[in-house]
Each structure stands twice: as C-alpha cells, then as structure tokens.
C-alpha cells in the first residue's frame, strides 16, 4: 500500500460523501468501556452522569469517528488513505438511543498542492451537529 | 468531577514521555471492534487478513492512556487530530508512546494536549494522533 488509488478525474468541489448512519446503544458504550479500557464514570456509571453538566450517561467521543471515517473511505471506494490528515471538534455528546448521521463535503480539489480537502459533519437525529471538521486526502 | 487519581493539571509536566503501551492487534481485537462499530466486516478485508479500521487507533491510544495511568479520567474529549500513514494489520503489534503535547487554560477551562505516536514491530509509525482534552474542572 505505498500510495492512494484516487479517481480524482470524478471529485468535483460540492460533492457529498455517502451518509453513514448508526443508532448508538447503551450496550455499545458499554461494550466500548471495555474494549478501550475507558470507563470514564461519564460513559458507563448512571448514577456519577446524571448529576455531571451532561445530565446522563454519554457515548465516547471517538465511537462516532467511525463513521465518520467510514462516509470519506465510501467516497473514495477504498478501506484506507495514506497521508489522511483527520481534524476533529466535539461540539456536543452523543448519548445513547442517538441516531448519529456522518459524512462531508468536498470544500477543495488542490491540484496543486495534491490534496482534497473535505469538510466532516456529524449530526444527530435532532440534525443538530454534534462533531465537525476536516478530512485532507492526499491524491496519492 | 475529580480526576481518578488526584494529579494535580499544575504538576503535568509539558513534554514528558508518558511511556509506551503495547498491544497485539489480534484478528479477535480487530472483530470485536468491527462488531461494537457495525462497520462492515467485509471492507476491511487487504490481500494478507483484516486491517484495522483508522478510527480504531482510538481504541489503542484510549488504550494507553489507562495503561500508563495518565490521570484524565473524567475529561471531556474536545478535539482530535490524526495522520494515517500505514495501516495497521491483523496479528501485528503496535506501540503506542504518550507525550504531554501542551497544556494551556482558555475560558476558565484547562485543557491538555497529548500527542500519540503508534508504531510497528519493524519501528516504522502507523499514525500519529494528537488529543485535546479537557481537564475536569
């Protein structure tokens, strides 16, 4: 895998990267808790969430970036980019029972500087974004 | 909400090596996180076995984080950055060093930045990730 295969003869600035849609569950973020060995009381322990600013339990921040991920490789037809650059904000948490909906819009073709560079939303059910940001893939 | 370990953030030490986790990436671990995400299994398939998805460097710096007590238990995730380099494959082991990026307070909020860098077993670095956190106040 020494470079990126990218039809980039078919990337027009504009165009929107497939939605990657996923319903987020308790047993999840549980189950996430164990596999990343993160069990931040935020994430797993009811009674500690529900008197925190969050007012209940919240998903891992990073369980969504799946997806978001997943939206840029769908565009590209591809399971990985090298020289990927990923540039994340969390704007709000994502809780269990969430629908989250990720994908982007291609901001940029640089010729030039041999990238695309592709705005990153992730909103939830209400359509409100609950993270953004910025995904640069070089063209090879 | 206090953090898991009483570290005072004025004793985080900018630039100290939190040291090195390691961790083998077996078929298994790669499965079990395809299964909690629901990303399809069949995506991820390379000419030689499973890689691991790019956002399942999280699970590894998450990972080491814990495993060198770094005191952010607590701590809202603010920001990510990431650069993929290579991808990093099934039965391979990575290791992940932790450095104390930055720390500054804005807004009454105290934040840390820790830079991750995962390598291989020959050395060579799979991706490189920079965490923003905030501390918990």
Redesign the interface.
Known sequence: ?SGNIIDVSRVRIGDVTPDVK?AITKD?IK??AV????????HVDEEFAKD?MFKGIIA????P??????SV?EYFKC????????????IAPVRPGDIVVCNGQVKNVNADQGNIVIDLYCMNQKNDKVIVGEAIVPMQ | MANLDGIDYKNLVVGKNMGTYQCNVSRELILNYINNTGLDYEKFILENGLIAPAAMVFVFTLRAIFANNIPIGGAVLAGHYLECIEPIREGRNVYIDVVIKDKYIKKERKYVLLDFVVRGDDGNINVVNTMRAIWPQ
């Open positions: 895998m996923y999840q189950d996430y596999l990343s060995t993160d069990n931040n009381p935020l925190t891992h921040g990073t369980i970036l799946a997806y978001m991920f997943q490789y399971a990985w980019l090298k020289g990927l650059k990923f540039e994340v904000k969390f």
